[in-house]
């Protein structure tokens, strides 16, 4: 924390350099990030594509959002769409919430149900309302043969456990992973998939920086969360799509692999676990 640079909230890191090979942002909310228009959010995904991220994924966390989300997702062949109601807004989780959650969900362009999970950080939601809306989330997934994108903020061991109970997904995302070495230990011998965002690069964040180095190849992803967690050294200015590729070439310094490879190795995990059209080169 304090060797980030805290800077005017208004004002975007630059753009950098292509990375070397095309990488997949895995979790946005380009809504969140001032788009509205598919001009906006073909504005964003230009940007991104001139970073070497060349599709990007956003992100619902309520009804309004899943609408536009959907919707988003056909205005441009770069961008992608997951659904679901966060945690936090569990508590009046209904029959009509959970119709319209599904028949979002089973668009074309929508890849995961997400983002579902448990949040214990806020107090917006019960506790019991969150773990019934994550059992239900977990069997659409199921249910629809898609990613399962998990919310998990201070509630590792009942997201464990209830996966468990319910029985996995075949792909299960744990976006912004949170956790320790030991957790990750755990989501990776369940063949959990982790996804870094730019939390992973702040120098304060050690135990996640140490659970980043022992995850497998082909079980990583990263994402911006943006308009949230701005990777270093740009933390505290507004986060887009486009900064993945700082937050890919912190990781590859930090794991001692090329940065070609950590861009390479995401984007495969990607393609498979959103099952997205392969791409071999920018």
Not at 58 to 80: H, K, Y
Not at 101 to 119: P, Q, S, Y
Request: net charge negative; charged share 30%; with cysteine.
């Amino acid at each position: 924390m304090g060797s980030d640079r805290i800077v005017s909230k208004g004002e975007l890191p630059p753009v950098p350099e292509a990375l070397p090979e095309p990488v997949v942002d895995a979790h946005t909310h380009l809504d969140a990030c001032g788009a509205v228009t598919a001009a906006d959010v073909s504005a964003m995904a230009d940007r991104a594509e001139a970073a070497g991220v060349t599709r990007v994924i956003t992100v619902a966390d309520d009804l309004a959002a899943a609408r536009w989300a959907a919707e988003a997702s056909t205005w441009d062949p770069r961008v992608f769409a997951a659904v679901a109601i966060h945690p936090t807004r569990t508590k009046d989780f209904g029959e009509p919430e959970r119709s319209e959650v599904e028949r979002l969900a089973r668009g074309d362009r929508v890849v995961a149900v997400g983002e579902t999970g448990l949040d214990y950080y806020w107090d917006y939601s019960p506790a019991d309302a969150q773990q019934e809306a994550f059992r239900w989330h977990i069997d659409l997934a199921k249910r629809l043969g898609k990613a399962l994108m998990i919310h998990d903020r201070d509630a590792h061991e009942d997201v464990l456990r209830i996966l468990d109970e319910e029985g996995a997904p075949d792909d299960v995302v744990f976006h912004c992973f949170s956790g320790d070495a030991e957790i990750a230990r755990r989501c990776v011998d369940s063949g959990y998939v982790l996804s870094f965002a730019g939390t992973v690069t702040f120098r304060n964040a050690r135990a996640l920086r140490e659970a980043a180095k022992l995850v497998p190849a082909d079980q990583f992803l990263v994402e911006t969360d943006a308009p949230f967690l701005t990777p270093h050294p740009f933390r505290g200015r507004p986060n887009e799509p486009y900064c993945t590729a700082y937050t890919v070439r912190n990781l590859a310094e930090l794991r001692e692999e090329s940065v070609a490879e950590i861009a390479s190795a995401a984007r495969r995990t990607a393609e498979r676990v959103f099952r997205l059209p392969t791409v071999t080169s920018t």
